[in-house]
């Protein structure tokens, strides 16, 4: 993942989010909720992902795209920032973000 970077930032609500970007630029995966503590958004970034489940689907355009849930409580922690013409091009995205299937 040397390619990527993690940001943790503030939202317009002043909660904590973290976002993975790529060296291009773009944003690659992200949060799904913010967090009013700074330790919370990173403790959910680096979690392990081996225990999430994840989901993938296509969105109402035909595009494919997923998202993580956490197998803890069933709330949503990850997600795609984009949608992907390929299933294998949302599964790659995904492994960046941690999925290991």
Do not use: H, P
Request: glycine share 10%; net charge positive.
């Amino acid at each position: 993942m040397a390619d990527y970077t993690l940001e943790i930032y503030k939202d317009k609500k002043g909660e904590f989010r973290w976002r993975r970007t790529a060296s291009n630029g773009e944003i690659v995966g992200a949060s799904s909720e913010g967090y009013k503590a700074r330790k919370d958004a990173e403790a959910n970034a680096s979690r392990d992902t081996s225990k999430d489940k994840w989901e993938f689907y296509k969105d109402k355009a035909g595009q494919f795209r997923w998202r993580a849930f956490s197998t803890a409580n069933g709330r949503q922690v990850g997600k795609a920032t984009e949608a992907f013409a390929s299933s294998s091009g949302c599964k790659n995205n995904a492994r960046i973000n941690g999925f290991k299937g």
